[in-house]
C-alpha cells in the first residue's frame, strides 16, 4: 500500500472515530455525579506542610506489631527490603553509581510518608489502616531510619516538624516561578 492510501485510511479511520462524538457543547455521560460527601471520603492528600493531617498518633513502639503484621512480608525484617523496596539505610550512597532511596535517604518529608502509606500500604488492601496504625507504622519507619525516638509520638503536631535527612536534597518548584 502506497504512503498516500495509508493516510487516506488514517484519515478515513479518524473521521469514522469522530463521527461518534457528542455534539459540541453537550457533555460526555460518564457515569453519575459525585456528590461533596463521597469527594470528601477520597481527598486524602497530604502535603508537606501537613495540612489535613487527621486526628489520631501513634510511636514506633506501637508500630513495630503493625509493621510485623501488615508490612514484613513485603518489605522485610526492620525495613530492609525483599520482595519490596527496602524502607531503610542507603544514607550517603545518593551519590553512587548505586544510590539505596530509602524513606531515611531519600524522601524529603514525614508528612508525604504519612500521605503514601495511608493511601497506598498494605499493597494487597490500600486505605485499609487506621490513622493510629498509619501514624504508628510511619514513626516505627522514621525510627528504624534513625530520625526518631523509640517513643516519640507521631501526629498531626509532631509529624511536619521531622526534619528529614535529604529535604534539602531537593528543590522546591511549586509554586511554579514567574516567567518575568
Known amino acids: 500500500m502506497s504512503i498516500s492510501r495509508t493516510l487516506a485510511a488514517l484519515g478515513a479511520l479518524a473521521a469514522a472515530a469522530c463521527a461518534g462524538q457528542p455534539p459540541a457543547g453537550k457533555p460526555p455521560a460518564f457515569g453519575t455525579p459525585v456528590s461533596a460527601e463521597e469527594l470528601a471520603r477520597w481527598d486524602i ?104 525516638g523509640e517513643d516519640a509520638q507521631m501526629n498531626a503536631q509532631s509529624l511536619p516538624q521531622v526534619k528529614m535527612p535529604n529535604r534539602d536534597g531537593f528543590v522546591n518548584d511549586w509554586p511554579p516561578r514567574s516567567s518575568k
Open 45 to 148: 492528600s497530604i502535603p508537606p506542610s501537613g495540612a489535613g493531617l487527621p486526628k489520631g498518633g501513634g510511636t514506633a513502639r506501637q508500630g513495630l506489631a503493625v509493621y510485623e503484621q501488615k508490612c514484613l512480608a513485603c518489605h522485610g525484617v526492620k525495613g530492609v527490603g525483599k520482595p519490596a523496596d527496602a524502607l531503610a539505610g542507603g544514607f550517603g550512597t545518593l551519590n553512587t553509581k548505586a544510590p539505596l532511596r530509602t524513606v531515611g535517604s531519600y524522601w524529603p518529608y514525614a508528612t508525604t510518608l504519612f500521605d503514601y502509606v495511608r493511601r497506598a500500604m498494605p499493597i494487597t488492601n490500600p486505605l485499609s489502616l487506621t490513622d493510629d496504625e498509619v501514624y504508628a507504622v510511619t514513626a516505627y519507619v522514621l525510627h528504624l531510619n534513625g530520625i526518631i
